[in-house]
């Protein structure tokens, strides 16, 4: 089964920083790739689909790029919202593996 | 408005039996493939199971293969999970999500989440 490995598993930044999440497959899945967000308590919420559509109503401050294997979610200026853990999904077919999840804090 | 609701959560001993439950409304339920993600207090997210729209593809996570079984009912909008053999490493908030396939594949721009159905096992 392929793997997804996120990095780091946690950062702390500056309000205003721009921030890079990383997420590897250990095999290619094309762009079928997903970037969900999750604040303390609350349900997950899809950001990114397709690595790099951002999903409607997700802040422009938020992109994501790659194929294949690697795949990047970057925020462009962090915002004090946007503490949360935030994990990348492979969907080109079952199993559909998260990656470990990246925390983000403010520092 | 869209909704997916569990239920059926709970304590259980470790070796017991549980079925979880999701009922659907406010979107074509029997269209979408339905899956249940899980997350144990404190850790990530898990994918646990996934049902095609036709009922005709199953699929499970290694860690519950043998032990979980998803179906649904689509006359109810309802999803299940029964869930046997249970350990103490499958105590987590279960969420239903339901996933649009369309002829081109997977939407999950139009993924849908429930709140979760917390599952303890513990003796």
């Known amino acids: 089964d392929i793997q997804m490995t996120q990095s780091p598993s946690s950062l702390s930044a500056s309000v205003g920083d721009r921030v890079t999440i990383t997420c590897r497959a250990t095999?290619?899945?094309?762009?079928?790739l997903a970037w969900f967000q999750q604040k303390p308590g609350k349900v997950p919420k899809l950001l990114i689909y397709?690595?790099?559509t951002l999903q409607s109503g997700v802040p422009s401050r938020f992109s994501g790029s790659g194929s294949g294997t690697d795949f990047t979610l970057t925020i462009s200026s962090l915002q004090p919202e946007d503490v949360a853990t935030y994990y990348c999904?492979?969907?080109?077919?079952?199993?559909?593996?998260f990656g470990g999840g990246t925390k983000v804090e403010i520092k | 408005e869209v909704q997916l609701v569990e239920s059926g959560g709970g304590l259980v001993k470790p070796g017991g039996s549980l079925r979880i439950s999701c009922e659907g409304s406010?979107?074509?339920?029997?269209?979408?493939?339905m899956n249940w993600v899980r997350q144990a207090p404190g850790k990530g997210l898990e994918w646990v199971s996934s049902?095609?729209?036709?009922?005709?593809?199953?699929y499970y996570a290694d860690s519950v293969k043998g032990r979980f079984t998803i179906s649904r009912d689509d006359a109810k909008n309802s999803l299940y999970l029964q869930m046997n053999s249970l350990r103490a490493e499958d105590t987590a908030l279960y969420y239903c999500?339901?996933?649009?396939?369309?002829?081109?594949?997977?939407?999950?721009?139009?993924?849908?989440w429930g709140q979760g159905t917390l599952v303890t096992v513990s003796s």
């Open positions: 999500v339901g996933r649009y396939y369309d002829t081109s594949g997977p939407s999950p721009n139009l993924d849908y």
């Open positions: 406010g979107f074509p339920f029997r269209t979408y493939t």
């Open positions: 049902i095609s729209s036709s009922g005709t593809y199953i």
């Open positions: 095999q290619g899945i094309a762009n079928y």
């Open positions: 397709a690595a790099s």
């Open positions: 999904q492979k969907y080109n077919g079952a199993p559909l593996t």
